[in-house]
């Protein structure tokens, strides 16, 4: 056993005593009732599974959790895909996906919209060009799986969360 301390989602948990084995996917569904989180292959190449990790820098990545224990997570910072809605508002990407009808089945959904949020801030902090665009979202999207074919979809909610606010993520192409 080991003591987790962790902050999901903005708030703290813990001093919590977990088994060594257990998963951050199971800590999350299980031990805390989050069950936004997906498990889908079990081998942490769908990205279902994936929640956001804040660094105390400010950057942000995804992880898997389906394969990772939760005692990895140990004094880490993790947004899930219940902390996206602020006060009851939905967030400009959650809409899109809304509006696009990027989800299908809506197994993979949770693991696109943490990829698209990092990716969001991450243009925030380093604008890209218009004409890379494309390239840019097709990078920050591999990896994640959709068994529904839902690809196009969720490109296409991520872009116009981008282009609606082009300012803030994109520069003039030189």
């Known amino acids: 056993m080991t003591t987790l301390n962790l902050t999901i989602n903005g708030r703290k948990h813990g001093p919590i ?15 805390l009732g989050m069950t936004g989180t997906k498990f889908g292959c079990g081998a942490a190449q769908c990205l279902s599974c994936a929640v956001i990790i804040d660094n105390p820098d400010g950057t942000s990545y995804t992880t898997p959790t389906c394969v990772v224990p939760a005692t990895n997570f140990d004094g880490k910072a993790i947004r899930t895909v219940e902390g996206h809605a602020k006060d009851g508002e939905l967030s ?32 925030a ?7 890379q665009l494309e390239t840019v979202i097709a990078d920050a999207l591999d990896g994640h799986l959709c068994r529904c074919t839902g ?13 609606a606010d ?3 993520y994109l520069t003039a192409n030189k």
């Open 17 to 31: 005593e977990v088994r060594d084995d257990l998963s951050m996917n199971d800590f999350l569904r299980e031990m």
């Open 92 to 123: 400009a990407l959650q809409r899109a996906f809304i509006d696009h009808f990027a989800f299908q089945c809506g197994y993979c959904t949770a693991g696109f919209l943490n990829e698209g949020q990092v990716l969001l801030e991450l243009l």
């Open 125 to 131: 902090r380093e604008p890209v060009a218009r004409d």
């Open 151 to 163: 690809y196009i979809k969720y490109h296409q909610a991520v872009r116009d969360v981008i282009l």
């Open 166 to 168: 082009a300012k803030r």
